[in-house]
């Protein structure tokens, strides 16, 4: 680990070419943390070791995560990072160090794989990198799930990462909680009480909604997307073509977007293809939270050495639960979903989408909801 001390020797600083920074799809783990690989990108200000900000995200998450070095958070998390989830918010680096320990113990043979990085930004302004991830393990000791089970277990987690200077800042994570948790074979609306208890207890609140932005009064939904976030045409396109589908709700248009021999990587580990299936499920999502607003936090993409582009979304869902699904019945409680989604699009079709958001954190806003209910 860098000794905060002491200045990391000069390194000399090549012109930035984004094609010569790493892509994660196509390679393996020696070749996404080289011992031998010269600095590709211009990277002020970090460790000498890291040669561009793929090889950065990638290094330094094994390097914590499955060579247990906890303590480079130390010197990769100044020390008031902001790090959201669907179930917690950490305001501080020494939470996120016991959190990272704890989390370790519990699933010692976790391996989180690298699967997809997409990136924008320079080290004046700061980098902004969307992370995929798929974790693979078993059950192997006691921990909040209870006794070990020694079933295996294959999860997807998406990680956005604001860093300047070698310390990451500000970080989003969505784990894909129910998936484990049906794989564990552990029941998710008990465990969800479980969880919704403890929350209430510790004086947590439910989560406070506004009326929808969706809509403007008795208006109908905008008919054109704001595209201001974006920073290329591609971007722009995405937008637009989100904005169809989510707020005008003009589900047929994924007929359009979408290619023929699409395929869908979402929640709960499901594996699908073709256009009608990423129709019904996101059709799916919505259904459970028909007046939900859908807004996008931030996207960013890369071209593909594969062809075509990658395109990262961040995004949240709010509304009420009003439409039957995976969660129950109707509650009409209130409920708010933070996701992420990357894309790959060839020719101006999607043919590759991957979606992350937690079912599981969105039973416990509802148990939470149901016993504040309750108890007034």
Same mark, same amino acid.
């Given at each position: 680990?860098?000794?905060?001390?002491?200045?990391?020797?000069? !390194?000399?600083?090549?012109?930035?070419?984004?094609?010569?920074?790493?892509?994660?799809?196509?390679?393996?783990?020696?070749?996404?943390?080289?011992t031998?690989?010269?600095?590709?990108?211009?990277?002020?200000g970090?460790?000498?070791?890291y040669?561009?900000? !793929?090889?950065?995200?990638?290094?330094? +998450? /094994?390097?914590?995560?499955d060579?247990?070095?906890?303590?480079?958070?130390?010197?990769?998390?100044?020390?008031?990072?902001? !790090?959201?989830?669907?179930?917690?918010?950490?305001?501080?680096?020494?939470?996120?160090?016991?959190?990272?320990?704890?989390?370790?113990?519990?699933?010692?043979?976790?391996?989180?794989?690298?699967?997809?990085?997409?990136?924008?930004?320079?080290?004046?302004?700061?980098?902004?990198?969307?992370?995929?991830?798929?974790?693979?393990?078993?059950?192997?000791?006691?921990?909040?799930?209870?006794?070990?089970?020694?079933?295996?277990?294959?999860?997807?987690?998406?990680v956005?990462?604001m860093?300047?200077?070698?310390?990451?800042?500000?970080?989003?994570?969505?784990?894909?909680?129910?998936?484990?948790?049906i794989q564990?074979?552990?029941?998710?609306?008990?465990?969800?009480?479980?969880? $919704?208890?403890?929350?209430?207890?510790?004086?947590?609140?439910?989560?406070?909604?506004?009326?929808?932005?969706?809509?403007?009064?008795?208006?109908?939904?905008?008919?054109?997307?704001?595209?201001?976030?974006?920073? +290329?045409?591609?971007?722009?396109?995405?937008?637009?073509?989100?904005?169809?589908?989510?707020?005008?709700?003009?589900?047929?248009?994924?007929?359009?977007?979408?290619? *023929?021999?699409?395929?869908?990587?979402? *929640?709960?580990?499901?594996?699908?293809?073709?256009?009608?299936a990423?129709?019904?499920?996101?059709?799916?999502?919505?259904?459970?939270?028909?007046?939900?607003?859908y807004?996008?936090? /931030?996207?960013?993409?890369?071209?593909?050495?594969?062809?075509?582009?990658?395109?990262?979304?961040?995004?949240?869902?709010?509304?009420? /639960?009003?439409?039957?699904?995976?969660?129950?019945?109707?509650?009409?409680?209130?409920?708010?979903?933070?996701?992420?989604?990357?894309? /790959?699009?060839?020719?101006?079709?999607?043919?590759?989408?991957?979606?992350?958001?937690?079912?599981?954190?969105?039973?416990?806003?509802?148990?939470?909801?149901?016993?504040?209910?309750?108890? $007034?």
């Amino acid at each position: 680990m860098t000794d905060a001390s002491k200045s990391p020797k000069p !390194v000399d600083e090549p012109a930035d070419d984004p094609r010569a920074v790493l892509q994660v799809e196509r390679r393996d783990l020696t070749q996404l943390i080289p011992t031998d690989r010269p600095r590709v990108q211009s990277m002020r200000g970090f460790d000498p070791e890291y040669t561009d900000i !793929v090889d950065y995200i990638v290094r330094c +998450t /094994h390097r914590i995560w499955d060579e247990r070095d906890v303590g480079l958070i130390y010197t990769h998390y100044t020390h008031n990072c902001v !790090v959201y989830g669907n179930l917690f918010t950490m305001y501080d680096r020494e939470t996120l160090v016991r959190e990272t320990i704890s989390r370790l113990v519990e699933l010692p043979d976790r391996r989180g794989m690298a699967t997809s990085v997409i990136w924008r930004g320079n080290d004046v302004d700061g980098f902004y990198t969307s992370h995929m991830t798929h974790g693979v393990g078993r059950h192997t000791e006691f921990n909040q799930w209870g006794k070990p089970t020694g079933r295996p277990f294959v999860t997807r987690t998406i990680v956005d990462c604001m860093i300047l200077e070698n310390k990451i800042y500000r970080e989003w994570v969505v784990r894909d909680n129910m998936a484990l948790l049906i794989q564990l074979g552990i029941e998710p609306h008990a465990y969800a009480e479980t969880w $919704a208890r403890a929350k209430l207890e510790r004086g947590e609140a439910v989560p406070e909604i506004a009326e929808s932005g969706r809509l403007l009064g008795q208006y109908p939904p905008q008919s054109e997307a704001d595209v201001s976030i974006a920073h +290329t045409p591609s971007e722009e396109q995405m937008l637009r073509w989100l904005h169809h589908i989510y707020t005008m709700r003009m589900f047929g248009k994924i007929n359009e977007i979408y290619a *023929p021999n699409c395929q869908w990587h979402g *929640p709960l580990m499901r594996e699908l293809s073709g256009r009608a299936a990423v129709l019904q499920q996101t059709m799916r999502l919505v259904a459970m939270i028909p007046d939900c607003e859908y807004v996008v936090q /931030h996207i960013c993409s890369n071209q593909s050495e594969e062809g075509g582009e990658k395109i990262a979304v961040r995004w949240t869902m709010e509304g009420h /639960h009003f439409g039957y699904g995976s969660l129950g019945a109707p509650t009409g409680h209130k409920v708010s979903v933070m996701g992420f989604s990357h894309y /790959h699009v060839v020719d101006g079709q999607i043919i590759d989408e991957w979606t992350v958001y937690d079912e599981f954190s969105m039973l416990v806003q509802l148990k939470m909801a149901a016993m504040q209910q309750a108890a $007034a």
